[in-house]
């Protein structure tokens, strides 16, 4: 197997990736109407609700497309003509769920919260106790805006007590996060082959509760191609997915899922663990502050805090570190000045150590004294 050169991907998505995942896209070439292409659909389709615990009253619907696509079609799909939905957020993947109910004109409750705090579950409760018209609702799992967590779990129950079918935006903890979509009351759960799973970018996912996507049935459409019952049933009848699919990147998400099984999920919990904890003492070290308290923070994605510095230009660093092989993500919280290191995907808390290392090179080459920073950890 020829070497090829590793950068390790500090950004949310895509991640890095095993050898071993790239090259299971090197296949020969196959009409993916074929049987042999069908049988790998099926292994996907059943790994991915294995993953979460499903069980034999979930399946999986696979479609072309970023994490994003899965939003859709779970939005555009799943709230039928009439119906009010009611979206948490607290950061920017929340706001872009709300923006697609928007789009198609699907009745939306907001439950806002700032980006840098958990949901307040009284709040939730009472926005769904006070408007029993609301029968969906919808939350981010781990926020990439930040890093925070989301408490699902609580959520779901929220959502059981009042009746709502619960939507679960699970883009980058699936397979990263140990998740049970039972245990949670999730009867729709999106996410993507390039995030914890450790594929390549190109496919995403909704693992649905069969009951609750059986109830689709002969509903309008509002999006022909992202439409999920048409995409479940097609897949149900055919064993195919109905539009061509990213013919590689199902071969490389199969390899990923292997991988993912052989090293356990729980045991790549703690590899990213160890790995978000390594950095964040690291950083720390060196004089960087958080914008999150630890307990709040998903082990997966650090938000950190500018260094107020006259010489510090995040372009600058963010192009030093890439010529050294690594790769990091800026901010998004607006006057609040922060950048973002993920540690999701094949890498550890080694690779962490390497990466720290190259930052304190980063610093003295910008002339950047840390001991200037004058904030306290985990608030700006």
């Not at 699907?106 to 029993?132: A, G, H, T, Y």
Request: aromatic share 10%.
């Amino acid at each position: 197997m020829k070497k090829i050169k590793r950068n390790v991907l500090l950004n949310p998505g895509p991640a890095t990736t095993t050898d071993s995942v790239k090259f299971a896209q090197v296949v020969p070439d196959i009409c993916p109407r074929e049987r042999e292409f069908g049988a790998i659909l099926l292994k996907i389709n059943k790994d991915l609700v294995k993953i979460v615990k499903g069980g034999r009253d979930f399946t999986s619907v696979l479609f072309a497309g970023s994490g994003t696509a899965a939003m859709d079609a779970c939005i555009n799909s799943v709230v039928p003509k009439n119906a009010k939905i009611a979206i948490i957020s607290n950061g920017l993947y929340g706001d872009r769920m709300i923006k697609i109910a928007r789009s198609y004109q699907i009745p939306c409750v907001e439950i806002n919260f700032e980006w840098d705090q958990q949901p307040d579950l009284k709040k939730v409760e009472e926005m769904l106790m006070n408007d029993r018209k609301i029968t969906y609702l919808v939350v981010v799992h781990h926020e990439t805006t930040t890093g925070i967590l989301n408490p699902i779990r609580e959520i779901g129950v929220l959502a059981k007590k009042y009746g709502c079918t619960f939507i679960v935006d699970a883009v980058s903890s699936f397979a990263g996060i140990p998740i049970n979509v039972k245990d949670c009351h999730i009867d729709f759960m999106f996410s993507t082959s390039n995030k914890c799973i450790q594929g390549v970018a190109g496919l995403s996912f909704i693992v649905c509760r069969i009951k609750s996507v059986e109830r689709l049935k002969g509903r309008p459409k509002r999006s022909f191609y992202l439409d999920l019952y048409s995409q479940y049933d097609f897949y149900k009848r055919t064993g195919q997915m109905q539009f061509t699919p990213p013919v590689q990147v199902v071969y490389a998400l199969k390899q990923a899922i292997a991988e993912y099984f052989e090293e356990g999920d729980q045991t790549r919990y703690r590899r990213y663990t160890k790995s978000w904890s390594t950095l964040r003492k690291g950083m720390n070290e060196i004089g960087f502050k958080f914008l999150l308290k630890k307990q709040e923070e998903s082990h997966i994605l650090t938000t950190i805090v500018e260094p107020k510095d006259p010489n510090y230009d995040f372009n600058r660093m963010h192009d030093l570190l890439y010529e050294e092989g690594f790769t990091i993500y800026p901010g998004k919280m607006g006057k609040k000045k922060t950048f973002r290191i993920a540690n999701m995907g094949a890498i550890d808390h080694k690779d962490i150590e390497k990466f720290l290392a190259a930052v304190k090179r980063t610093l003295n080459r910008m002339n950047i004294k840390m001991n200037k920073c004058t904030t306290r950890e985990g608030i700006i």
